[in-house]
């Protein structure tokens, strides 16, 4: 008999962990609501572009046991005009938002940013469409930086 994995709920244990060929299947199914679909690319889309990038770091976001979501971000310590850290991707599945597992990974995640070499600031973008992650965002603390990046708007953590 397998034992099943227990709903998570908002007391879970949120965690960062490697994808491997065990897991993938899980992550490729998680899935945004379709009205949050223009504001983040499929993890299948994500993973495949991380494979040709040396500076993509990725993870999948669990709550205790269960893949609930999904993250990654250019990384790279040593850039000619200064360490440049920027949220490439990031997403919850539409069965676990609202449960607070996106504001866990991304304390997480930035706590490994602030551990990486010449880390001063997180840089993110978003497309500014009803329904956009501003108030998320800005809820962590990022600020708009008043620049545009291909018609998102940019916003910065400091570190």
Same mark, same amino acid.
């Given at each position: 008999?397998?034992?099943?994995?227990?709903?998570?709920?908002?007391?879970?244990? &949120?965690?960062?962990?490697?994808?491997?060929?065990?897991?993938?299947?899980?992550?490729?199914?998680?899935?945004?609501?379709?009205?949050? %679909?223009?504001? &983040?690319?499929?993890?299948?889309?994500?993973?495949?572009?991380?494979?040709?990038?040396?500076?993509?770091?990725?993870?999948?976001?669990?709550?205790?046991?269960?893949? &609930?979501?999904?993250?990654?971000?250019?990384?790279?310590?040593?850039? %000619?005009?200064?360490?440049?850290?920027? /949220?490439?991707?990031?997403?919850?599945?539409?069965?676990?938002?609202?449960?607070?597992?996106?504001?866990?990974?991304? /304390?997480?995640?930035?706590?490994?940013?602030?551990?990486?070499?010449?880390?001063?600031?997180?840089?993110?973008?978003? &497309?500014? @469409?009803?329904?956009?992650?501003?108030?998320?965002?800005?809820?962590?603390?990022?600020?708009?930086?008043?620049? @545009?990046?291909?018609? @998102?708007?940019?916003?910065? /953590?400091?570190?």
């Amino acid at each position: 008999m397998t034992e099943s994995i227990p709903n998570p709920t908002r007391e879970s244990t &949120v965690t960062l962990r490697e994808i491997t060929e065990d897991t993938l299947g899980s992550i490729l199914n998680l899935k945004v609501t379709d009205a949050q %679909t223009v504001f &983040v690319d499929s993890n299948a889309e994500s993973i495949a572009e991380a494979y040709f990038s040396e500076h993509a770091w990725f993870r999948a976001i669990y709550a205790d046991e269960t893949p &609930v979501g999904f993250l990654m971000i250019h990384d790279e310590p040593d850039a %000619t005009d200064g360490a440049e850290y920027y /949220l490439w991707r990031f997403m919850i599945d539409e069965s676990y938002q609202r449960m607070g597992f996106g504001r866990q990974a991304m /304390l997480l995640l930035i706590e490994h940013v602030k551990a990486r070499p010449n880390a001063t600031e997180l840089i993110l973008s978003y &497309v500014p @469409e009803e329904g956009s992650p501003k108030e998320f965002y800005e809820g962590l603390e990022f600020e708009h930086t008043g620049e @545009e990046d291909d018609g @998102e708007l940019v916003m910065k /953590l400091d570190l």
